[in-house]
Protein backbone atom coordinates (compact mmCIF):
# COMPACT_ATOMS: atom_id res chain seq x y z
CA UNK A 1 0.00 0.00 0.00
CA UNK A 2 0.92 3.73 -0.26
CA UNK A 3 1.14 6.42 2.24
CA UNK A 4 1.01 10.41 1.50
CA UNK A 5 2.18 13.11 3.74
CA UNK A 6 1.39 16.42 2.52
CA UNK A 7 3.50 19.32 3.95
CA UNK A 8 4.31 22.66 2.97
CA UNK A 9 0.47 24.44 3.87
CA UNK A 10 0.65 27.93 5.87
CA UNK A 11 -0.71 31.58 5.59
CA UNK A 12 -0.13 33.93 2.87
CA UNK A 13 -1.70 37.04 1.80
CA UNK A 14 -3.63 37.28 -1.17
CA UNK A 15 -1.09 37.66 -4.51
CA UNK A 16 1.04 35.26 -3.03
CA UNK A 17 3.06 32.02 -3.66
CA UNK A 18 3.03 28.51 -1.78
CA UNK A 19 4.53 24.95 -2.74
CA UNK A 20 3.01 21.94 -1.55
CA UNK A 21 4.35 18.48 -1.26
CA UNK A 22 3.47 15.24 -0.93
CA UNK A 23 5.73 12.22 0.00
CA UNK A 24 5.09 8.77 -0.71
CA UNK A 25 6.01 5.88 1.14
CA UNK A 26 6.17 3.49 -1.39
CA UNK A 27 9.40 2.65 -4.08
CA UNK A 28 6.94 2.39 -7.03
CA UNK A 29 5.50 5.99 -6.89
CA UNK A 30 6.10 5.96 -9.97
CA UNK A 31 3.68 3.71 -11.48
CA UNK A 32 0.72 5.93 -9.19
CA UNK A 33 -1.10 8.73 -10.97
CA UNK A 34 -1.53 11.68 -8.43
CA UNK A 35 -4.13 14.33 -7.53
CA UNK A 36 -4.16 17.08 -5.58
CA UNK A 37 -8.04 18.00 -3.90
CA UNK A 38 -8.93 20.39 -1.58
CA UNK A 39 -11.77 21.25 0.94
CA UNK A 40 -13.17 24.40 2.68
CA UNK A 41 -15.22 24.21 5.55
CA UNK A 42 -18.92 23.31 4.81
CA UNK A 43 -18.33 22.25 1.26
CA UNK A 44 -17.66 18.86 -0.85
CA UNK A 45 -14.01 17.76 -1.74
CA UNK A 46 -12.92 19.44 -5.08
CA UNK A 47 -10.54 18.52 -7.68
CA UNK A 48 -7.45 20.89 -8.07
CA UNK A 49 -4.94 19.07 -10.18
CA UNK A 50 -3.96 15.55 -11.74
CA UNK A 51 -1.43 13.94 -13.22
CA UNK A 52 -0.39 10.87 -14.77
CA UNK A 53 2.09 8.12 -14.10
CA UNK A 54 4.61 9.61 -15.84
CA UNK A 55 4.40 13.37 -15.78
CA UNK A 56 3.07 13.55 -19.36
CA UNK A 57 -0.09 14.51 -19.06
CA UNK A 58 -1.87 17.18 -16.25
CA UNK A 59 -5.17 18.50 -15.83
CA UNK A 60 -6.71 21.37 -13.70
CA UNK A 61 -9.74 22.58 -12.36
CA UNK A 62 -11.06 25.88 -14.28
CA UNK A 63 -10.81 28.14 -10.99
CA UNK A 64 -6.76 26.83 -10.76
CA UNK A 65 -5.70 26.85 -14.60
CA UNK A 66 -3.22 29.14 -15.28
CA UNK A 67 -2.31 29.87 -11.49
CA UNK A 68 -1.25 26.68 -9.90
CA UNK A 69 1.21 23.69 -11.43
CA UNK A 70 1.46 19.85 -10.26
CA UNK A 71 4.70 18.44 -11.08
CA UNK A 72 6.31 14.96 -9.71
CA UNK A 73 9.69 13.58 -9.17
CA UNK A 74 8.91 9.98 -9.26
CA UNK A 75 12.86 8.80 -8.36
CA UNK A 76 11.71 11.27 -4.90
CA UNK A 77 8.98 9.53 -4.65
CA UNK A 78 7.17 13.31 -4.18
CA UNK A 79 4.25 15.31 -5.93
CA UNK A 80 4.34 19.02 -5.72
CA UNK A 81 1.91 21.49 -6.11
CA UNK A 82 3.14 25.35 -7.11
CA UNK A 83 0.34 28.19 -5.95
CA UNK A 84 0.80 31.03 -7.69
CA UNK A 85 -1.29 34.46 -7.46
CA UNK A 86 -3.21 33.15 -4.66
CA UNK A 87 -6.49 33.90 -3.80
CA UNK A 88 -8.69 34.28 -0.66
CA UNK A 89 -11.28 31.72 -2.17
CA UNK A 90 -8.32 29.16 -2.46
CA UNK A 91 -8.04 28.76 1.50
CA UNK A 92 -9.04 25.34 1.65
CA UNK A 93 -7.49 22.02 3.38
CA UNK A 94 -5.41 20.42 0.82
CA UNK A 95 -5.18 16.43 0.16
CA UNK A 96 -2.74 14.55 -2.01
CA UNK A 97 -4.44 11.35 -3.35
CA UNK A 98 -2.75 8.49 -5.92
CA UNK A 99 -4.75 5.67 -8.08
CA UNK A 100 -3.16 2.99 -9.61
CA UNK A 101 -4.72 3.29 -12.79
CA UNK A 102 -5.09 6.03 -15.24
CA UNK A 103 -5.13 10.05 -14.45
CA UNK A 104 -8.69 10.96 -12.97
CA UNK A 105 -10.48 14.05 -11.70
CA UNK A 106 -12.95 12.07 -9.57
CA UNK A 107 -12.51 11.83 -5.83
CA UNK A 108 -13.92 7.99 -5.76
CA UNK A 109 -11.31 6.83 -8.14
CA UNK A 110 -8.38 7.31 -5.95
CA UNK A 111 -7.00 5.01 -3.92
CA UNK A 112 -4.93 6.36 -1.14
CA UNK A 113 -4.78 9.67 0.59
CA UNK A 114 -2.68 11.46 2.77
CA UNK A 115 -3.78 14.06 5.95
CA UNK A 116 -4.07 17.03 4.58
CA UNK A 117 -2.43 20.16 4.85
CA UNK A 118 -4.21 24.04 5.85
CA UNK A 119 -3.99 26.49 3.01
CA UNK A 120 -4.94 29.95 4.33
CA UNK A 121 -4.97 33.20 2.05
CA UNK A 122 -5.84 36.14 3.62
CA UNK A 123 -7.15 39.50 2.18
Known amino acids: QVQLVESGGGVVQAGGSLRLSCAAS????????MGWFRQAPGKEREFVAA????????DYAVSVKGRFTISRDNAKNTVFLQMNNLKPEDTAVYYC????????????????WGQGTQVTVSS
Open 97 to 112: AARSGAMSTMVFEYHY
Open 26 to 33: KRTFGNYA
Open 51 to 58: ISWSGGST
